[in-house]
C-alpha cells in the first residue's frame, strides 16, 4: 500500500528565509509524485508535479528515489507562501487516485 | 480559465437522510474523482469514475455511496443514509492530465 508522510504539521519561518517541507513516501513501484497548495479559503491547487521538474512561484522539488523523499524547497519565504501545503502520491497502476499527506501549515512572519 | 464547480457550499442534514453532492467538472476532462477530507485529517480518496463507470473505489466507499454522470456534464456524489461521521469537506476533482479541485462541500450530519 502507498503512504505519504509529512512530518511537519506546522512550519513557522521569517520572510526571506528558506523553507523546507518535508515529504517521504513508500510505494513499491515508480511513484508520480505532487505538491498541492490550499491559500486560505481558496481551492487546492497544483504547485508542481516531479515529471516536469519545473520551478513554480519560486518553489522546486526533486524526486529522491534512494531517499524516498519529494520535500519542496524555497529559497526566500514570502508572507503570501503561508498557505497549507499537501505532498501527494499517485501509483502507477491507479487511475490517477492521489494518497495525499497530513499536510503541513506554512506560516511566514515579516 | 475553466474551473471545477461544486453545489451546495455547505449542506446540513440530519442523520438517516439522503444527500447528493453536486460536481461540474472542466469540459474536457475524461476522468472524475470524489475525496473527503475530515476535519483536522487528510484529505482521502473515495472514488473514481471513467467511461462511465467506477475505476477505483476506496474502503471509504461502500454500498452507502453511489456516483454517477448523468447527463454528460454533472458528476454527482449521493450518500444514501447519512451517518454522523460522514460530515466532512467532499472534494470534487477532474482531470485529463492534471487533476483540478473544486472548491469543496462541507456536509454537516446532525
Known amino acids: 500500500a502507498q503512504r505519504v508522510t509529512q512530518p511537519e504539521k506546522l512550519l513557522s519561518v521569517f520572510k526571506g528565509a528558506p523553507v523546507e517541507l518535508k515529504c517521504n513516501y513508500s510505494y513499491s513501484g515508480s511513484p508520480e509524485l505532487f505538491w498541492y497548495v490550499q491559500y486560505s479559503r481558496q481551492r487546492l491547487q497544483l504547485l508542481l508535479r516531479?515529471?516536469s521538474r519545473e520551478s513554480i512561484k519560486g518553489f522546486t522539488a526533486d524526486l529522491n528515489k534512494g531517499e524516498t523523499s519529494f520535500h519542496l524547497k524555497k529559497p526566500f519565504a514570502q508572507e503570501e507562501d503561508s498557505a497549507m501545503y499537501y505532498c501527494?502520491?499517485?501509483?502507477?497502476?491507479?487511475?490517477?487516485?492521489?494518497?495525499f499527506g497530513a499536510g503541513t501549515q506554512v506560516v511566514v512572519t515579516p | 480559465e475553466p474551473e471545477v464547480t461544486q453545489t451546495p457550499s455547505h449542506q446540513v442534514t440530519q442523520m438517516g437522510q439522503e444527500v447528493i453532492l453536486r460536481c461540474v467538472p472542466i469540459s474536457n476532462h475524461l476522468y472524475f474523482y470524489w475525496y473527503r477530507q475530515i476535519l483536522g485529517q487528510k484529505v482521502e480518496f473515495l472514488v473514481s469514475f471513467y467511461n462511465n463507470e467506477i475505476s477505483e473505489k476506496s474502503e471509504i466507499f461502500d454500498d452507502q455511496f453511489s456516483v454517477e454522470r448523468p447527463d454528460g456534464s454533472n458528476f454527482t456524489l449521493k450518500i444514501r443514509s447519512t451517518k454522523l461521521e460522514d460530515s466532512a469537506m467532499y472534494f470534487c476533482a477532474s482531470s485529463y492530465e492534471t487533476q483540478y479541485f473544486g472548491p469543496g462541500t462541507r456536509l454537516l450530519v446532525l
Open positions: 501527494a502520491l499517485s501509483a502507477t497502476d491507479s487511475w490517477g487516485k492521489l494518497q
Open positions: 516531479h515529471i
